[in-house]
T-cell receptor, first 117, second 116 residues
Framework: GAGVSQSPRYKVAKRGQDVALRCDPISGHVSLFWYQQALGQGPEFLTYFQNEAQLDKSGLPSDRFFAERPEGSVSTLKIQRTQQEDSAVYLC???????????????FGPGTRLTVL | AQSVTQLDSQVPVFEEAPVELRCNYSSSVSVYLFWYVQYPNQGLQLLLKYLSGSTLVKGINGFEAEFNKSQTSFHLRKPSVHISDTAEYFCAVGMAKTGNNRKLIWGLGTSLAVNP
């Protein structure tokens, strides 16, 4: 399909496990974003890539969170030693615009619901 | 820094009635404004956006919003709602100036419940 895809859609992890969440952006989109959405809340920014460069990781809540986009397309968000407070929906979005300008309309994937037991 | 306040967490309304979902923002720089809708178990979908120009913006599914710079508001309206409009609605703001981070700052959402 032509939209943003994420996998897995649901992930259950035991506390202390490592998890990896995948995002396939729209082909050709320069910008890629990760957001965390807790239950009943709005999305919270985690990190931003322009192509393969991670330009902003100010929203990552701890050094247990790590994201990469090595070839400027697919991105992986990794969470090490998961904790119960990491339970949330993780949203990936892509945009055709980079920092050069224009509106930053973002196209979202369906999200990965992470539950840490 | 930017912030977004959605003034109503829940809005119940009867089918075919008009509805307004309120959004206020704060920012020291020019912004773009967005409304997204999230249906149950689905991803976020763009309803409409304000970039520049006309302050009245029309979106999908009969929704519209008006940008009011003096009141720093971007309220969403629909003259007649349907059962299918039941969803969570999010207001978001992004910095308009080029060269800045492209992230969006989000409100907490408004849950619209349309009753028959």
């Amino acid at each position: 399909g032509a939209g943003v895809s994420q996998s897995p859609r649901y992930k259950v992890a035991k506390r202390g496990q490592d998890v990896a969440l995948r995002c396939d952006p729209i082909s050709g989109h320069v910008s890629l974003f990760w957001y965390q959405q807790a239950l009943g809340q709005g999305p919270e920014f985690l990190t931003y890539f322009q192509n393969e460069a991670q330009l902003d990781k100010s929203g990552l809540p701890s050094d247990r969170f790590f994201a990469e986009r090595p070839e400027g397309s697919v991105s992986t968000l990794k969470i090490q030693r998961t904790q119960q407070e990491d339970s949330a929906v993780y949203l990936c979005a892509s945009s055709s615009r980079g920092l050069a300008g224009g509106d930053n309309e973002q196209f979202f994937g369906p999200g990965t619901r992470l539950t840490v037991l | 820094a930017q912030s977004v306040t959605q003034l109503d967490s829940q809005v119940p309304v009867f089918e075919e009635a008009p509805v307004e979902l309120r959004c206020n923002y704060s920012s020291s720089v020019s912004v773009y404004l967005f409304w997204y809708v999230q249906y149950p178990n689905q991803g976020l979908q763009l309803l409409l956006k304000y970039l520049s120009g006309s302050t009245l913006v029309k979106g999908i599914n009969g929704f519209e919003a008006e940008f009011n710079k003096s009141q720093t508001s971007f309220h969403l309206r629909k003259p007649s709602v349907h059962i299918s409009d039941t969803a969570e609605y999010f207001c978001a703001v992004g910095m308009a100036k080029t060269g800045n981070n492209r992230k969006l700052i989000w409100g907490l959402g408004t849950s619209l419940a349309v009753n028959p």
